[in-house]
């Protein structure tokens, strides 16, 4: 004996009875010498044992929205009986007539047609199929990782599927079956489609910043499509690059390290960290050791020129996009940014802030990464190790386009200094950390004269090491020293520079502009009542003389 269970595509369980089986049953009833009861559509309606329930026609009763199974009848030779009462019927009957109404109703409870009560409205067999759907709801959540329970695509078959399933388009055969319509192309196009995996594009407000960024050709499609490239460890550095990471970044400093104290309590915080942590709790720890908050920092504070913001999206003109390419690069949303204040004159004069609005033809507030942040240089993400935000490779793709943003800002102070022929330059680079509970890693970040942006690794911290913990503090310190020194300062100067350059032009235009005065009104008047010259007389010897216009 087979049995099998069948789901349709919107997961209600299905009796389906072989054919064998079938076979089987009619001949085990072919065999009994007992009268079975009489159909409820055969018995008198004056008889006891009466049903009170009666067969409707299905007409007007769409009995199941999924596929019908039929009994087929065993028997080829069948003879048709007539019906006695009103309303006579012909049906095809079996060989056995008494057995007919056993037979039919294993036919209802296969292909069950509604009988219906009259102080019932819904169907008998309707409790049959419920208890059926809840069998099949129960194995589908404990055996969802088959794949019987799953849909082409392997997708989980969501619980609600368990519902009624929706109407269908159906025609009906000549017994009255229905038969289901298949689906046109339109009608199956409309359905709602799981993007596949190698689909990137970017859905605009569907997604957050860094949704894309953990895709695993986001490097391939949206960085280098938009002109934007990670580099490998060992890949050399351009000659600039490496000589300013010698001089600035790798450089000794003058101030006091850590104390003993200090960095033993550094090491209990590292430890505490690996028993199991999350992004926020890495950045606590990172803001009491390494990373100084310029509000209250005395060093590296407000009046230094310094100002930093936390996970605020950046401007999206300053994010490199090239046109025409099918991918985009996330906007950034930095955990942590340095960049310089916009809100006080500790940075900026009042006249460098007036060119600020001249470096860019269109944008006037392009070096404007967040609000009140402006020449950002310095990105900081924070991941932990284990957590749900993502690995240090996720951490730097998003390094690559908050430094990207921060280049051109500064590159675009270069290309309005080389419009005004001037040799003043701007250090066209910035530095990024991708830091977790356990590693830290330094990237820098240029662009170079084809336009397209670079980032490298340039060196890792084991944090669990002291030596290690005492270097990355060393290279963040020198990385804001250089921001609030010597780049703050060539800013300072190109912003003079495109103001001064910016108001000669302004000059000149006003000078080719001037025009010669319009003469007076009585000018006008005079010059019309004044006779006119005599032209010189023609070749016929006649004269042309004017009278008054």
Known sequence: MNSGVSKTRVCRSRIKISKALQEELLDAIASTDTELPQNP???????????????????????????????????????????????????????????????????????????????????????????????????????????????????????????????????????GYAVPVPPTPSSAGSRSRRPSPGNNSVVSGASSPSSGVRHLNYRQNNLRSNGMEIQRYNTPLPDAVSGHINSMLRAQRDSPELSSDELRRAMDGVCYLADGCNEDDVARFLDRTIL??????????????????SNSLMSQPLVPAIPGAHHRVSQPKPDRLYGYSGDGREAFTDAQFVAHGMIHPQYVDYPIATQGLRFPFFVVEFKAAGGTGGDLWVAANQCAGASAACVNAADQLNVALREHQSVHRVDN?????????????????????????????????????????????????????????????????????????????????????????????????????????????????????????
């Open 41 to 175: 559509r055969d018995q008198s309606p004056v008889t006891p044992s009466q049903s009170t329930k009666r067969r409707l026609t299905t007409s007007g009763i769409d009995p199941l929205p999924a596929k019908r199974t039929r009994l087929e009848q065993t028997d080829a030779h069948q003879s048709g009986i007539q019906d006695q009462k009103a309303g006579q019927i012909v049906k095809p009957a079996p060989k056995h007539p008494p057995q007919q109404s056993y037979a039919s109703f294993l036919k209802d409870l296969v292909d069950p047609a509604p009988w219906i009560h009259p102080s019932h409205p819904e169907p008998v067999h309707a409790f049959v199929f419920e208890w059926l759907e809840s069998v099949g709801s129960d194995r589908e959540a404990h055996c969802r990782s088959d794949s019987h329970l799953h849909r082409s695509d392997s997708s989980p078959v969501p619980r609600q599927s368990t519902r009624s399933a929706p109407d269908m388009p159906s025609t009906r055969d000549a017994d």
């Open 292 to 309: 100084p908050d310029t509000k209250v920092d005395p060093t590296y504070g407000l009046d230094t020129g310094l100002a930093s913001s």
């Open 429 to 549: 680079l910035s530095y990024s950390i991708a830091v977790e509970n356990n590693t830290a890693q330094m990237y820098v970040s240029w662009k170079e004269e084809n336009l397209r942006h670079y980032m490298r690794r340039v060196d890792a911290f084991l944090l669990s090491s002291p030596e290690h913990f005492k270097n990355f503090r060393k290279q963040v310190r020198n990385i804001l020293d250089w921001g609030k020194d010597k780049r703050l300062k060539q800013i300072g100067d190109a912003l003079d520079t495109i103001l001064e350059e910016n108001r000669k032009q302004a000059a000149e235009r006003a000078k080719t502009r001037e025009m010669p005065m319009e003469p007076s009104l009585e000018q006008r008047k005079d010059s019309r009542h004044r006779p006119a010259l005599a032209e010189p007389a023609c070749l016929l010897g006649g004269t042309v003389t004017h009278g008054d216009h």
